[in-house]
């Protein structure tokens, strides 16, 4: 059939519904909404001008008002202007507020002035939810979203914002200078082409340039005053943080929110202006079993929320956290392939391996081995094609302690099986671990040395006047005391060239001894 499908035309009478309530189909979420606030007690729960006063304009009822708000945010209409206009042509609406079409000062006082009130709202629909049996599954996933605060870029400071604001400033003036004392040669020079009206813009420039310097500083000040050393000016307490795209970031707000796994019903939120998720983990998992009223609690998150002591801070208090450990391999960020995207034609399971040796490695498979300390006999072994050692501890000691069928273990490993969890898991079990810390500090890689190459003096020879303790670069054990402006004490000796005159440049930038 050909042709277009044709609408009625604008003068063809028609019989619309009498009632409004005949638009609204029966499973019209408005109308759990309705039924929903109708059934809360307002003043109980603390909403204001729940009762009418007895002279001046008629207030509008906060059951109407609360009754918008949730539909703004159940169908994204946040803004209090859009919520106005949709209250004139949304039937829903319509339907919900009467025929009442709130402006938008009132629609933005009413949740103003009301925001803890709107919170118990937030708990008396999850212990409807209850109710309902809707929440019988203790198990939530927990995630954050960053909302974009009423605060501008501009108007949001740290120290590394001001730094380049101030730089590109100094720049601007430099370039106004230049040009200002090419202006004024030429004009020396008997050029009178050249405009005194572009001479005065200039210097006007500068001027301008001048003041933002003088503004900028002033912030500057209370920048450094503040506690996390970050300011913004519209919104004081929103936050600069960081998002997922590549040198971009919001200005704003971290929201978490604890989601019911099964009907996807949230249990819990709060509102942050940390801009990590890494300590929000126990917080949200224990609001949300309080909100479920349920002894135990399974919970799911992202990497973004791994953190030892969250995650032990949960199962102290029975709650279940299941969650990916966090990608911390710089093998992408230094140009190489990482685990998951290696290939072995060979022997496919083998993997490519860093060994002790500077740009060396090894193609192969990390043998873990347990040995009795006392006659060297091999206890447990297993063979893994995971290059690094951090994440063997807890399984060898739980093997070697399954084959010795003892009820407490004591373990010994190097620096490189050095991990919280894994130590944590360990204690658990019975197993007792002795273990050096790692050593982080990047001092060697860059040519400096770190806090172990340093040893102080806590005892003072007799005779030494002001004697104070100095450290000797070099080896560990060698030790040296020197006071005031004499001659050092004797004492060991440094054992390299390099170290002697690392020692005599210490000596020197001190200016009191010479060696």
Known sequence: MAGFVEGLGRGQSSLFPAQIDDYMAEDNPVRAVDAFVDRL????????????????????????MLKGYIYGYLNPIPSSRRRERECQRNIDLIWLTGKLAPDHKTIADFRKDNGKAIREVCRAFVQLCRQLDLLSEASVAID????????????????AKMKRRLERIDESITRYMEQLVTEDRQIAGG???????????LKDKIAKLNEEVARLNAINRQLQRSEDEQISLTDPDCRSMATSGKDTGTV??????????????????????????RHQLADMAKKARAELGSEKLDVVADRGYYEGDEIKACEDVGISVTLPKPQTSGAKAEGR??????????DPDSRSMATSGKDSGIVGYNVQVAVDTEHHLIVAHEVTNVGTDRAQLANMGHQAKAVLGAHTLEAVADRGYYSG?????????????????PMKSGAALE???????????????????????????????????????????????VRSRRNARRVKSVLSRDGSTRP
């Open 41 to 64: 007690d307002l003043a109980k729960l603390g909403f204001t001008a729940t009762e009418p006063l007895a002279t001046g304009r008629p207030a509008y009822r906060p059951a109407t």
């Open 144 to 159: 954050g979203s960053k909302f974009k605060a009423v605060n501008a870029r501009d108007n949001n400071f740290t120290q």
């Open 191 to 201: 050029n009178a082409a050249v405009p005194q009206a572009k001479v005065e813009r």
């Open 252 to 277: 704003g707000y971290n929201v978490q929110a604890a989601v019911d796994t099964k009907h996807h019903l949230i249990v819990a939120h709060e509102v942050t202006n940390v801009g990590s998720d």
């Open 337 to 346: 392939f990482g685990k998951p995207e290696q290939i072995s034609l060979t």
């Open 421 to 437: 969890d894994e130590i944590l898991a360990c204690e658990r079990s019975g197993i007792s671990v002795t273990l050096p810390k």
């Open 447 to 493: 040519g400096r040395y770190g806090k172990q190459d340093f040893v102080y003096l806590t005892k003072m020879p007799t005779g030494a006047r002001q004697a104070r303790s100095l450290p000797i670069v070099g080896q560990p054990t060698t030790r040296a005391t020197f006071s005031g402006n004499t001659r050092p004490l004797r004492a060991a000796t």
